[in-house]
């Protein structure tokens, strides 16, 4: 899948997104893992102020931290960088 239609699904749906994908998401979208205690995974972008603080919560992301990346996305315009498969 490329970038734009899984931003689409994680637009459309933030309630029902595995962790794990959550994680891949942002790695394709130039994040990178930082570091986190038990739940929490902390991750990062350069130039990019905001940090992304997930949590796992039984195999599932927290929908507001969906939205959180969702709206980083929106805000620094990533759809527009080059397109890398999940």
């Given at each position: 899948?490329?970038?734009?239609?899984?931003?689409?699904?994680?637009?459309?749906?933030?309630?029902?997104?595995?962790?794990?994908?959550?994680?891949r998401i942002?790695?394709?979208?130039?994040?990178?893992?930082?570091?986190?205690?038990?739940?929490?995974?902390?991750?990062?972008?350069?130039?990019?102020?905001?940090?992304?603080?997930?949590?796992?919560?039984?195999?599932?992301?927290?929908?507001?931290?969906?939205?959180?990346?969702?709206?980083?996305?929106?805000?620094?315009?990533?759809l527009k960088?080059?397109?890398?498969?999940?």
């Amino acid at each position: 899948m490329d970038k734009k239609k899984i931003f689409d699904e994680i637009k459309k749906n933030p309630k029902n997104l595995r962790f794990d994908k959550l994680c891949r998401i942002a790695e394709m979208f130039g994040f990178y893992f930082k570091g986190g205690k038990s739940s929490h995974r902390i991750y990062v972008r350069e130039r990019i102020q905001e940090m992304l603080n997930f949590q796992n919560v039984g195999g599932k992301a927290k929908p507001y931290q969906v939205r959180q990346l969702i709206k980083v996305i929106m805000k620094y315009n990533l759809l527009k960088e080059g397109n890398k498969n999940v």
